[in-house]
């Protein structure tokens, strides 16, 4: 009976899964039988699963780890539920069957429940096995990688994504969605395609693309992607697409940063919408970025570095050199185009240069529009260079972009930091150059510049480097840091003087615009922004609610569509750079006012513009200036304007003033001091006093003293002679001697 029992045991216990004996929480499968389940090179989706189920239901384990060097070949889809890590190391293989016959959006991992959570891919490769499976065409929906539906929390990283017909990572109505440091070569269709999503991350990606594009987008917002490197072997499409249909899903939180985007077939960043939405439920924030050589299919007319339709944005301190046909473009894409109108791309502080043309006859531009009816341009402070077919097509040119070489450290090796005779920074310590580029403090006066080093002159370089630590360094002028001079001057005013001089009369401060301030930085006292949205037919009113300056508002009608437009005042500490003397009368403030783009200010664009201001009574007391004098005065056409001015109200502190405008420029506040009047008081006849007479006196004479009031004219001292006196004198000496004689 004992032999029996044992062996009854024994039977038992080989029978027993190798999970029952495993320390949590990792459970391993392995291809060598050392693993708590192995396999054998041949539908190992079995086993992979068995031990996704045992996880599964044993919360005390969380991790599936597939040991390597092995290949799992893979004849079903693998299945993982919530809390659940599917690890395993770089050399472990996850290869799709050949001659497969699965059915369309059949993937090679999914979600064993709808509503999972908390899922993490890591570590290990994924392989498509393309070569065994060509019954199929590449991008219709055929053995994508991972395909996660309904699911939260998901994390894809640290993988090697290869050689298949469809997606790498698939998600759709999923949240939380990262990303990060994959390397996926030559994908059937999109590498990362987030559908419905929200809260999307992707980074530190290396990809480079076969059939579409790298890093997309569909209806899906809260999304950064940053810090990605993206190209194709010249096929494939957009580096990164985000793309919007209809109006239940707004993609106004889209930020795109960081990246390097080089030789992909169709745009670097492609930005679109079809359908009925409002405009400002899409807007997108491109930064940063480095995009060159895109476009190499030169027969498609959708190319070049950036193409947009249907958006609003910022795009701001990129690269864009190299591209064919077009550096930045609004253009029709592939679908439909939006019903509406009004889409607004505010261009800052980019460098597009060296544009080529294509085959497809685009000449070549830096920035052009092709919708001008319902698309507009905002440029600002941008450096166009060597554009082929030119740098604008469609958009008016703004007089804050720069036409100049840039000055790259290695335009061949696709090295765009700027040269500099002050440091830049070559990958591992900070050289000097024989030339300081252009760009250097060139950049949006408004922009940040506070991440760039020392010095750095108060402004923001452009280009991809602006704004962070590795922007090239400012020049500077040792002439201006010499010791106090003997008037205890410390040489500023002087060099203000000198700025006064070489600008004056350079602009007439006709036009307006924001494209970035003319005026030097150690003028400005405070400056105040205001934004608001610009349709065609509106009112519009910029609120200046900090009270940082003289300015409270200013409003006009609009004749424009031009959507989220700013207004910009800079008080001035003395007057602007822009004009060549002062105004006649007494300055209260000397104040710039900048709205919307280079010429926007302009009877074209606005009508009945109107400029509240205010004054101080304090001034107007200390000064003795006459109220109705004070006008505000605007700068055009190199001499002072008065306008229409009216008094609007006042309160303890403060006048209030309206003034109409012809636009927007360099103004002043002036005012006119009141007439002094001499008084003179009429002094009551003294009483007359004569002194005595003794031998140190010099004559008879009075010396009146009247009283002395301060502000009062005051009589100089005078001596005054007595009518007759000598005679009366001499009267008296002749009778004394006609006495005597009797």
């Excluded at 060296?354 to 531009?365: F, P, T, V």
């Excluded at 001008?372 to 604008?392: A, I, M």
């Amino acid at each position: 009976m004992l032999i029996i029992f044992l062996l009854t045991v024994f039977l038992v216990l080989i029978h027993v899964p190798v999970a029952l004996c495993m320390a949590a929480p990792v459970v391993y499968v392995d291809g060598n039988e050392s693993g708590d389940f192995n396999c054998d090179g041949i539908d190992d989706h079995v086993q992979i699963n068995q031990a996704l189920k045992f996880v599964a239901e044993n919360p005390e384990y969380t991790t599936v780890y597939l040991k390597g060097p092995f290949t799992y070949v893979v004849d079903s889809a693998l299945l993982i539920d919530s809390n659940t890590i599917l690890e395993g190391d770089s050399n472990a293989t996850i290869k799709l069957t050949s001659s497969a016959n699965w059915a369309r959006s059949q993937p090679m991992i999914k979600e064993n429940k709808s509503g999972s959570h908390d899922i993490t891919i890591r570590g290990f490769t994924l392989d498509g096995n393309r070569e065994g499976n060509r019954n199929v065409v590449s991008g219709d929906g055929y053995y994508n990688f991972i395909h996660l539906s309904d699911c939260q929390n998901i994390s894809v990283c640290d993988m090697y994504l290869t050689n298949n017909h469809g997606d790498g990572l698939k998600a759709d109505r999923c949240s939380n969605v990262k990303f990060c440091n994959n390397n996926a070569y030559m994908l059937g269709h999109d590498v990362l395609y987030a559908i419905l999503c929200s809260g999307v991350e992707a980074y530190d990606n290396i990809i480079i693309c076969r059939t579409n594009s790298g890093l997309r987008l569909y209806n899906t917002n809260h999304a950064r992607f940053y810090n990605n490197t993206i190209t194709s072997e010249s096929s494939g499409g957009a580096g990164i697409e985000i793309q919007k249909d209809g109006s239940d899903f707004a993609m106004d939180n889209i930020e795109i940063y960081a990246n390097t985007i080089y030789n992909t077939a169709l745009p670097g960043i492609l930005v679109f919408g079809s359908g009925s939405y409002s405009n400002s439920s899409a807007y997108v924030h491109i930064h940063h970025n480095q995009i060159y050589d895109t476009g190499t299919d030169s027969n498609n007319k959708l190319i070049g570095g950036i193409v947009s339709e249907g958006f609003n944005g910022l795009i701001e301190n990129n690269v864009i050199d190299g591209a064919y046909g077009n550096g930045i473009a609004q253009d029709k894409t592939y679908y439909h185009s939006p019903d509406g109108s009004g889409y607004v791309l505010t261009v800052r502080n980019n460098i597009i240069s060296n544009i080529r043309s294509s085959a497809s006859g685009i000449a070549g531009y830096g920035i052009r529009n092709q919708l001008p009816e319902t698309h507009f341009f905002v440029l600002q402070n941008n450096s166009l260079y060597n554009n082929l077919g030119g740098d604008y097509a469609g958009v008016e040119a703004s007089p804050w972009d720069i036409v100049a070489d840039p000055q790259y450290a290695d335009r061949d090796k696709h090295d765009y930091h700027l040269k500099s005779k002050a440091g830049r920074w070559n990958g591992s310590s900070w050289v000097i150059d024989n030339i300081s580029s252009p760009c250097i403090d060139a950049g949006y006066s408004l922009s940040d510049y506070s991440n760039e080093p020392e010095p750095n002159g108060d402004r923001i370089n452009i280009g991809p480097y602006g704004n962070t630590r590795y922007a090239s360094k400012s020049e500077i002028d040792m002439s201006n840091n010499s010791s106090d001079d003997d008037n205890g001057n410390n040489g500023d005013e002087g060099d203000d003087e000198k700025n006064d001089k070489d600008n004056s009369g350079k602009s007439s401060g006709g036009g307006g615009g924001t494209g970035g301030s003319p005026e030097t930085p150690r003028n400005i006292e405070v400056k105040e922004l205001s934004q608001v949205f610009i349709t065609n037919g509106k009112g519009v009113k910029f609120d200046f609610s900090k009270n940082a300056t003289c300015v409270l508002y200013i409003g006009f009608d609009s004749k424009k569509t031009t959507g989220k437009t700013t207004a910009t005042v800079e008080m001035l500490k003395n007057k602007s750079v822009l004009v060549s003397s002062p105004p006649p009368e007494n300055v209260y403030k000397y104040f710039n006012l900048w709205v919307g783009n280079s010429g926007y200010g302009t009877s074209d664009s606005i009508e009945n513009p109107v400029i509240c201001f205010r004054v101080n009574k304090t001034w107007i007391r200390e000064e003795k200036i006459e109220q109705s004098s004070i006008t505000l005065n605007r700068y055009n056409d190199e001499k002072w304007n008065p306008l229409l001015t009216s008094l609007s109200g006042e309160d303890g502190t403060y006048l209030y003033f309206t003034a109409e405008t012809p636009g927007f420029s360099p103004f002043a506040i002036t005012g006119r001091a009141a007439a002094k009047e001499n008084v003179i008081d009429i002094m009551p006849e003294p009483d007359i006093e004569i002194p005595e007479q003794n031998n140190e006196s010099k004559g008879p004479g009075i010396e009146v003293k009247p009283e002395q009031t301060e502000n009062k004219v005051t009589p100089e001292k005078e001596k005054i002679s007595m009518p007759g006196f000598e005679l009366i004198y001499c009267i008296i000496g002749l009778l004394g001697v006609l006495c005597r004689r009797r």
